[in-house]
Nanobody
Framework: VQLQASGGGLVQAGGSLRLSCAASGRKFNSGYVAWFRQAPGREREFVTA???????YYADSVKDRFTISRDNAKNTVYLQMGGLQVEDTAIYYC???????????????????WGQGTLVTVSS
């Protein structure tokens, strides 16, 4: 599986962006696809995940501002980000895990495949 993340850019605080994670080599028909982010000097942290069944999970810091969704026909997962804050500035990575369990979705080590990351910069 290869994951290609895109859609990052520079946006003002309060603005919106949509990130895309396109997969090739395998359909997203099992496991989870997640977004993580890593700000300078900080560890990579969980943002959100979507299960193959459609269930979604969010970090408290982004709940009610970010929405994860997917297009099965395009084998692509999206992250719609709204109400962006300076603190959301980071490199955003998508990841896919085929066999992980729900209790481990927030752990980076649970995922088998990673995209290259896309930079989101939020200015004040």
């Amino acid at each position: 599986v290869q994951l290609q993340a895109s859609g990052g850019g520079l946006v003002q605080a309060g603005g919106s962006l949509r990130l895309s994670c396109a997969a090739s080599g395998r359909k997203f028909n099992s496991g989870y696809v997640a977004w993580f982010r890593q700000a300078p000097g900080r560890e990579r942290e969980f943002v959100t995940a979507i299960k193959w069944s459609g269930h979604t999970y969010y970090a408290d810091s982004v709940k009610d501002r970010f929405t994860i969704s997917r297009d099965n026909a395009k084998n692509t997962v999206y992250l719609q980000m709204g109400g962006l804050q300076v603190e959301d500035t980071a490199i955003y990575y998508c990841a896919a895990g085929l066999h992980l369990i729900q209790s481990s979705i927030r752990n980076t080590g649970s995922y088998d495949y990673w995209g290259q990351g896309t930079l989101v910069t939020v200015s004040s």
